[in-house]
């Protein structure tokens, strides 16, 4: 059963046209980009990357408020490399994602690496909306 939101705090709105071989843009204009088939070559980004993008700004807020709860500052240069594949599932039956993030927090003890990852996967939200649908890894560097 899907979480319902008890309160909305913001709604992004975009329009596409042309699927993958189209262009996408957000309703206040910060976004206007053309789309393009992973490899096709063309130009243009794909979901696979804007998602990545999403995610990883996310996550490492998630990351950055796992900090202030646990009373670890995050160091300036605290970045995330996320790979998102899109491949097929159920024996070539679907398409299915599987996202790898890589979490880079220079500078602290691996333990605390490892525990704020685990905390910010419980509360990010896209994390909690991925959750039992996609296969979501984490390297932790």
Do not use: W
């Amino acid at each position: 059963m899907p979480n319902k939101l008890d309160q909305v705090l913001y709604t992004a709105h975009t329009h596409v046209t042309g699927g993958r071989e189209g262009a996408g843009r957000s309703s206040d204009g910060a976004i206007d980009v053309k789309l393009s088939t992973p490899g096709s070559g063309r130009p243009g980004t794909n979901p696979e990357q804007l998602f990545g993008i999403g995610y990883s700004a996310c996550f490492i807020v998630a990351v950055e408020s796992a900090g202030k709860q646990l009373g670890v500052k995050l160091p300036k240069d605290a970045a995330i490399d996320a790979e998102v594949s899109l491949g097929k599932t159920d024996g070539g039956a679907h398409y299915g994602l599987g996202v790898t993030l890589k979490v880079s927090l220079p500078g602290l003890d691996a333990a605390v690496k490892r525990e704020l990852v685990e905390t910010a996967h419980q509360t990010c939200p896209y994390s909690r909306s991925l959750r039992g649908n996609v296969d979501v890894q984490f390297e932790i560097l």
